[in-house]
């Protein structure tokens, strides 16, 4: 898939630096004292995370799910643009495309954000992000592999990005271009899963209590906890140990409301903050997290509740800052008790070790982007090949049946010779050029060769674009 512009000189072709510099190829013809401009497809990737933008600007440009659809419609109609796929998350606003026109391709974007959820560009431009050619590849991989995450690892965004890109699919706005990136970057992720420990240590607060409620009691199974608050901690906690396999969830806060709230999201069990020291009865793991000045667990308190529990073991995690759980209740036999900084200090040790697996991670996603570049400029190469060889089989097949009507007494043996012999000529014509044009290493070098082969053999560029068409189905 390409075009040829001749011009001139560079003088008069109208582009700006960026996109001269790190997306066309300019070559003088010593020939016709011209210039044969290469244009190219461009994987492009425009957009805002965590690291760029405030909760307030994601917040506002972001996609509801049932919006998706109407959404990519519209970047599809973006003649600058041939394939799109949305990627709309809490933390990240992403539209990967294929460019016919990387510089226009990236102001119909900039328009499109701020017309579609009508907030002026000036309030988010400084925000956005942009990723061109190999550094989108780059990106797509390190995103899928969980390396661009808010916590490295976490597994929650591959999930996300396979729904994007069915959305794409479904919406028939994803093409060969963004199909192959896809699947590769799926594939990279998995890699980076069972060939690195990225993801095996818990480095959330939230993850590191789940964890250690494990290790006490071996396995969530059977169990039960106790939620103490209904904010983002809490809920991530719960999170987790549903994820985990917790048999049971007892939620109180002291909006009654909020917890009947958050116990329909998890199928637990709202229960009165006033009858708190019921539930502490019940369960084998309370989790508090509130913003309460006083401590809401107090030391006698659960030691009353020990002797009802016949002494049977409870692990208390306190998330809260400052503290819900009295410290002293630690002290009391068969009960287990860890603080946030407590929580803090293994999340930060397994934080270490994940930064060790991510270079590792890095290592992978680097190999899988030289991969997938050097099939992303094959594309350019096989159409011109298979064309190629189409018009010289052409040629083969129109002068074999000349002499075949010439001598019309040849047996079948004969026939089958002549057949073999021009095939074999035209293999052997093809076969020097070929073979270089394939193993051209360097982008330059490939494009021009390209250009020549089609400009010597007259190769159209509709029988380029009825290859790409057949590669696509």
Known sequence: MGLIVYGLGLKDLKTNDITYRQHRHLYPNPYTKTFIFSVQMELLVVGLNHKTAPIEIRERLSFPEDGIERALSR?????????????????????????????????DLKEFFSQYHGISLKEFEKS???????EAVRHIFRVASSLDSMVVGEPQILGQIKSAYNMAVESKTSGLILHRLLHRAFHVAKRVRTETKIGNSAVSVSFVAVELAKKIFGT???????????????????????SGGIEKVLLTNRTYERAVELAQEFRGEPIPFEEMNQGLKKVD??????????????????????????????????IADPRDIEPKVGNIENVYLYNIDDLQKVANENIQDREKEARKAEAIVQDEVVKFVNWYHSIEVTPTIIALREKFEAIRNRELGKILSLYPNLTEKEKQSLEAMTSAIINKILHGPLTLLKKTDEEAMADLYLDALRTLFQL??????????EREK
Do not use: W
């Open 75 to 107: 970047v599809k109609s973006f003649p600058s643009l041939k394939e799109n796929m949305i990627l709309s998350t809490c933390n990240r606003v992403e539209i990967c495309a294929a460019a016919r026109e990387t510089e226009k391709a990236i102001h």
């Open 460 to 469: 159209s560029e509709k029988s380029l674009e009825e290859t790409d068409m």
């Open 128 to 134: 956005l992000y942009y990723h061109v050619g190999e």
């Open 220 to 242: 969530l199974e059977k169990r039960s906890v106790l939620l103490i608050g209904a904010g983002e901690m809490s809920e991530l906690a719960a999170r987790h140990l549903v």
């Open 285 to 318: 793991i309370v989790i508090s997290a509130t913003d309460s000045s006083q401590y809401l667990i107090e030391h006698d308190q659960v030691a009353k509740v020990m002797k009802d529990r016949k002494q049977k073991p409870i692990f208390f995690i306190d």
